[in-house]
């Protein structure tokens, strides 16, 4: 794959908690994602999965190391540079976290709203793809509760990608999902980053997504123990 | 509405959809602020009233100057001025005309109620210090126990107060006296009384043979045309050798009455406290539902800052609903408060009413006082970390 790594992580170490309860939860993790991969985080409970995650896509502060993320150190990053940044970016967290008040529509909406003034047709016409790509074409004008897990959780992943992002974190996003609607999202990753070259990193536990990755990276207690590429 | 919205704020009018997604919810938070707002136009409705009650007799009568007792806090209240200053004040080149005029209250006892009347005994030679509809009417209180009375006045019928004409009189007994009504004129119910009368100074004297002509209750002045009040009156306090007298503008005593009552007066300061209390309820209950609004949704608010989404468009979030808040709990707020100002009104026969003047200092008030309070509750949008979601 092509164009300079958009995601290089170097000596990055992350602390939890203050005083006497301060506790180290990364340790030395070095990292370096290439474009248009799809990179899978594996690792017990509380390996620091999450926290590597959200430390690269700009959601929490980095503390000691160095996260590069598409061109742009996160360390000491300001409010401005972590939103732009953010606006590049997909996330599926493991809830869907979708807006109740919103239809599916609506929520999909929010994903391409972000990136302002573009034209409304335009707008409404690429949630309108990025739903029925996952398969819900005849549910856009639905509210949240009325919507099985599994729906809301694609509506969650149309939210990701409908605005054509750089990189995806997705933090278990196939956990909701029943095995094929789990396989589709995760075939569409994979697509998404052959034909865009959009990068992905993924925290599951899923064998089937395994077969998928190009690199398997394992975490335990904070450490990488283990990094293969497929 | 939501299509209008959105239009409106080019984005989603996701404030408006929190907000109408329960309902009742909804509906509580605007009867709320519909309340506050009922609460705020009926204090000021009886402010306005008062006012209106207060400013009324200085209406009846045309004046540059008025010299009152130190006491005279109001038209109908104070000592006596001696006349012999209206003849020294006539010694200022700018004043062109004097005249005393004397209140008094004339009860006229009627079978269903007696009426309180605040009369007021006048020279009737002099009717340039009167307004023009009752100067018009002057000729008739030249007679001996004449009177003309207000047909506004509380607990007197209409169509009654309307067949008092120079042809049709009407006459009553006022202690052992029989003073005769021979045209009305407009007045309207104040705080003080039920109504109004006026009389010549001559008839005042004879119901109230403890008064005397040399000294009425208040002084008017008339000045030449160009002079000002201010300044003449300024000259008149250096003249007027007893210190203890109000010699003012008749603006300026019109002014210093309605402050009086207003600020001074219990009635006054209680219905001012009512008027801020209603503002507090109002900022209370807007800030409780935008602060409970802010924080159901923090995961989503989260999301949002996860996506990308600045500060600021979460703090238009809760603005947003600040103003439809505002907007359409003003709406039954000033519908509701109206028919009541519409009921007391009747009820008390008080100039009580909504004015345009109160529907936009309150709407603008509403508006500024949802905003504080969406302001106040964006201090809660710090609560929403994305770092949380995972
Ligand atoms: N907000 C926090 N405050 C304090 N400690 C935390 C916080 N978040 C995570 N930790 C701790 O950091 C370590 C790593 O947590 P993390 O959530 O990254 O693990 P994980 O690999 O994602 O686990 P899981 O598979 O259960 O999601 C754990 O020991 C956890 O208790
Ligand atoms: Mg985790």
Redesign the interface.
């Known amino acids: 794959m092509t164009g300079a790594p958009p995601i290089i992580v170097t000596g990055l170490n992350h602390w939890f908690g203050t005083g006497e309860a301060r506790k180290q939860a990364i340790f030395d993790v070095n990292l370096t994602v290439m474009r248009g991969t799809l990179t899978v985080l594996m690792g017990p409970s509380g390996s620091g999965k999450?926290t590597v995650?959200?430390l690269m896509?700009c959601?929490?502060d980095v503390q000691d190391g160095s996260v590069h993320l598409l061109g742009h150190e996160l360390h000491g990053a300001g409010?401005e540079l972590n939103?732009?940044?953010?606006?590049?970016?997909g996330?599926i967290?493991?809830?869907h976290?979708l807006?109740?008040?919103?239809t599916a529509l609506?929520n999909v909406?929010?994903?391409v709203?972000?990136h302002g003034s573009i034209d409304p047709g335009t707008q409404a016409a690429a949630a309108r793809h990025a739903l029925t790509l996952v398969g819900l074409a005849d549910r856009m004008n639905y509210l949240p509760a009325n919507l099985s897990g599994g729906q809301k959780q694609r509506v969650a992943v149309a939210?990701a990608l409908v605005?054509n992002p750089d990189v995806v974190f997705a933090?278990e996003p196939t956990a909701a999902l029943d095995h094929e609607s789990g396989a589709t999202v995760v075939q569409m990753l994979k697509r998404l980053g052959q034909v865009r070259g959009t990068t992905t990193v993924m925290v599951t536990h899923d064998n089937r997504i395994l077969e998928l990755a190009d690199r398997i990276v394992t975490l335990e207690d904070g450490r990488i123990v283990n990094d293969t590429g497929v | 509405m939501s299509r209008l919205l959105q239009w409106l704020f080019r984005?989603?009018p996701?404030g408006w959809?929190?907000l109408?997604?329960s309902r009742p919810r909804f509906a509580a938070a605007l009867a709320g602020v519909a309340f506050a707002n009922v609460l705020v136009f009926v204090q000021l409705g009886i402010m306005n009233s008062m006012a209106t009650a207060t400013m009324k007799p200085y209406g009846f009568f045309r004046a540059d100057i008025m010299i009152s007792a130190s006491d005279a806090n109001s038209m109908t209240e104070g000592g006596n001025v001696a006349r012999q200053w209206l003849f020294q004040a006539l010694a200022d080149p700018d004043v062109i005309a004097g005249a005393g005029i004397f209140v008094a209250n004339v009860n006229w006892a009627r079978p269903e109620k007696t009426l309180g009347l605040t009369t007021y005994g006048i020279d009737p030679t002099l009717p340039d210090f009167l307004s023009p509809d009752m100067a018009a009417k002057t000729t008739t209180l030249q007679l001996q126990n004449a009177g003309i009375l207000d047909r506004f006045s509380r607990g007197l019928p209409r169509d009654e107060a309307a067949a008092i004409r120079p042809q049709t009189p009407l006459s009553f007994e006022v202690s052992g006296k029989t003073l005769t009504l021979y045209d009305t004129f407009a007045g309207g119910g104040g705080f003080g009384g039920d109504g109004f009368m006026m009389v010549s100074d001559q008839t005042f004297l004879t119901l109230f043979p403890a008064r005397r002509s040399a000294a009425p209750d208040h002084i008017l002045l008339k000045l030449a045309p160009g002079a000002n009040a201010g300044q003449v009156a300024a000259r008149l306090r250096d003249l007027i050798s007893d210190k203890t007298l109000r010699t003012r503008s008749y603006a300026q005593a019109a002014a210093d009455d309605l402050s009086y009552q207003q600020t001074k007066r219990p009635t006054g300061i209680i219905f001012g406290f009512g008027v801020i209390i209603g503002i507090l309820v109002g900022i209370v209950i807007v800030y409780q539902v935008l602060s409970t609004d802010v924080a159901d949704?923090l995961?989503?608010y989260?999301?949002?800052?996860?996506?990308?989404?600045?500060?600021r468009f979460f703090i238009g979030i809760v603005l947003e609903e600040a103003l439809i808040l505002a907007i359409l709990g003003f709406v039954p707020g000033f519908a509701v408060a109206s028919a009541l100002l519409a009921g007391m009104a009747k009820a008390t026969t008080l100039p009580l009413a909504m004015t345009s003047g109160m529907a936009v200092m309150v709407f603008f008030g509403t508006l500024a006082a949802c905003s504080l309070s969406g302001a106040i509750a964006t201090r809660r949008l710090a609560s929403a970390d994305?770092?949380d979601?995972?």
């Open positions: 999450t995650l959200t896509g959601l929490r409010r939103e732009a940044l953010r606006r590049r970016l996330f967290f493991q809830a976290n807006h109740g008040s919103l609506q909406l929010m994903g709203l972000v939210r605005g933090d | 984005r989603l996701i959809l929190q109408t997604h949704h995961g989503e989260a999301t949002f800052k996860a996506m990308g989404y600045p500060q994305p770092a979601l995972f």
